[in-house]
């Protein structure tokens, strides 16, 4: 194979044809020719051969388009270096996007899996089509659930639709919801909001602490009128927390309500941000740690009041994402997301069908690799060999 006319960085990416590999380079740069050389030169006897066949290569495109002018140059290739019977199989080899790879899989074993072998695949035009009808269907005509006894607080906050082209909605909202989630192998049982705010009292007397010490960092400072201010305004913090946790620090044993949070809520408006703008590096530290206290209790009551709202927006999805699923069962079709995560799944429960995969492959590529979210990762993974061993990303 003669690769003299290549640049040295395509000449060793093309040779390397073991152990793992990462081509890093710019548009214009000759990736998808270095891409179908390497497929070739991995064929030849030269090469050791690294692969025996094109079907023990498997190559990941970013659309079909690319995968079709990837074929179509390696079998050029092949011809020219006296390769034809097995230019002839190009057509037939795992040269594909990510999910035409799953759909492959999918249908190959369909009967094993309990999958109608003649699925269809919902375009994104489609599925965008009938996420929107799950949403209105959800939603209702009226644009307002509350009246229903449901999402009091999260239509208190937003809008069932948008009403201009930057505004928050319901509707936006668990568009992107649904969509982060469907990356997700648990989907929306695997979105997290992350842990539970402290409880007020715990913050109320933190920030106590905090006002206290700043109190007493102030009073180090020169006397001026910043400095006299930030102390009055201390103390009325002060006075305002120990009222709050002479309130509700007795509530211990039973869970914050929001009214508890909305209270406290009340009670932050009441406690100044102090300034960090007088006195020495001792009287500024003290206040900056009471202004960070602050920050984190502003942050968690924030959280702590969103919540509910957070809640009525899961149980909603949910609703949508049931009524997403009828509508795809009824067309007996998958979405690109299904493909992937039910290729995984299988892999998962069935080990004979992740076996035939994880061994049949000598060399693996990804093209536009910085494009490939979490779960293609995982999946490019399985079959990538021990450590990835035949792994070469491109990007």
């Given at each position: 194979?003669?690769?003299?006319?290549?640049?040295?960085?395509?000449?060793q990416?093309?040779?390397?044809?073991?152990?793992?590999?990462l081509?890093?380079?710019?548009?214009?740069?000759?990736?998808?020719?270095?891409?179908?050389?390497?497929?070739?030169?991995?064929?030849?006897?030269?090469?050791?051969?690294?692969?025996?066949?094109?079907?023990?290569?498997?190559?990941?495109?970013?659309?079909?388009?690319a995968?079709?002018?990837?074929?179509?140059r390696?079998?050029?290739?092949?011809?020219?270096?006296?390769?034809?019977?097995e230019?002839?199989?190009?057509?037939?080899?795992?040269?594909?996007?990510?999910?035409?790879?799953?759909?492959?899989?999918?249908?190959?074993?369909?009967?094993?899996?309990?999958?109608d072998?003649?699925?269809?695949?919902?375009?994104?035009?489609?599925r965008?089509?009938?996420?929107?009808?799950?949403?209105?269907?959800?939603?209702?005509?009226?644009?307002?659930?509350?009246?229903?006894?449901?999402?009091?607080?999260?239509?208190?906050?937003?809008?069932a639709r948008?009403?201009g082209?930057?505004?928050?909605?319901?509707?936006?909202?668990?568009?992107?919801?649904?969509?982060?989630?469907?990356?997700?192998?648990?989907?929306?049982?695997?979105?997290?909001?992350?842990?539970?705010p402290?409880?007020?009292?715990?913050?109320?007397?933190?920030?106590?602490?905090?006002y206290?010490?700043?109190?007493?960092?102030?009073?180090?400072?020169?006397?001026?009128?910043?400095?006299?201010?930030?102390?009055?305004?201390?103390?009325?913090?002060?006075?305002?927390?120990?009222?709050?946790?002479?309130?509700?620090?007795?509530?211990?044993?039973?869970?914050?309500?929001?009214?508890?949070?909305?209270a406290?809520a009340?009670?932050?408006?009441?406690?100044?941000?102090?300034?960090?703008?007088?006195?020495?590096?001792?009287?500024?530290?003290?206040?900056?740690?009471?202004?960070?206290?602050?920050?984190?209790?502003a942050?968690?009551?924030a959280?702590?009041?969103?919540?509910?709202?957070?809640?009525?927006?899961?149980?909603?999805?949910?609703?949508?994402?049931?009524?997403?699923?009828?509508?795809?069962?009824?067309?007996?079709?998958?979405?690109?997301?299904?493909?992937?995560?039910?290729?995984?799944?299988?892999f998962?429960?069935?080990?004979?069908?992740?076996?035939?995969?994880?061994?049949?492959?000598?060399?693996?590529?990804?093209?536009?690799?910085?494009?490939t979210?979490?779960?293609?990762?995982?999946?490019?993974?399985?079959?990538a060999?021990?450590?990835?061993?035949?792994l070469?990303?491109?990007?």
């Amino acid at each position: 194979m003669n690769l003299s006319t290549c640049t040295p960085g395509q000449r060793q990416s093309i040779e390397h044809v073991r152990g793992p590999l990462l081509v890093s380079a710019g548009a214009g740069s000759g990736k998808t020719f270095t891409l179908t050389q390497r497929i070739a030169y991995a064929l030849l006897p030269e090469s050791g051969p690294a692969a025996s066949g094109v079907d023990e290569v498997l190559a990941i495109t970013f659309t079909e388009k690319a995968a079709a002018e990837i074929k179509a140059r390696v079998k050029r290739t092949l011809r020219a270096e006296g390769m034809c019977e097995e230019a002839l199989k190009v057509d037939a080899a795992w040269i594909s996007t990510i999910h035409g790879m799953c759909a492959r899989i999918l249908r190959a074993h369909a009967l094993d899996l309990g999958i109608d072998p003649a699925f269809g695949i919902l375009g994104e035009a489609e599925r965008a089509d009938l996420v929107a009808a799950a949403i209105d269907e959800a939603l209702g005509q009226d644009d307002d659930l509350a009246p229903r006894g449901f999402g009091e607080a999260l239509f208190a906050e937003f809008a069932a639709r948008s009403t201009g082209p930057r505004a928050s909605s319901v509707a936006g909202m668990l568009n992107e919801l649904l969509s982060k989630a469907a990356n997700l192998r648990g989907g929306l049982d695997a979105v997290d909001f992350g842990p539970a705010p402290e409880r007020p009292s715990a913050l109320a007397r933190k920030l106590l602490l905090a006002y206290e010490d700043a109190t007493a960092a102030i009073a180090q400072a020169k006397p001026s009128a910043a400095s006299q201010k930030a102390a009055l305004a201390a103390g009325e913090a002060v006075c305002a927390l120990a009222a709050f946790i002479d309130e509700h620090g007795g509530a211990e044993g039973r869970e914050a309500s929001p009214a508890d949070w909305r209270a406290f809520a009340r009670t932050l408006d009441r406690c100044a941000f102090l300034p960090a703008t007088f006195g020495g590096a001792e009287v500024k530290a003290g206040v900056r740690a009471c202004q960070g206290m602050h920050g984190h209790a502003a942050q968690q009551t924030a959280l702590a009041l969103a919540l509910p709202a957070a809640e009525e927006l899961m149980e909603l999805a949910r609703r949508v994402a049931r009524s997403y699923e009828d509508a795809k069962r009824a067309l007996c079709k998958l979405d690109n997301d299904d493909l992937l995560i039910k290729t995984f799944e299988a892999f998962e429960a069935r080990p004979d069908i992740a076996r035939r995969y994880e061994r049949r492959f000598k060399l693996v590529m990804v093209d536009e690799f910085q494009d490939t979210s979490q779960l293609q990762i995982d999946m490019i993974t399985r079959l990538a060999g021990e450590d990835c061993a035949h792994l070469c990303t491109v990007g």
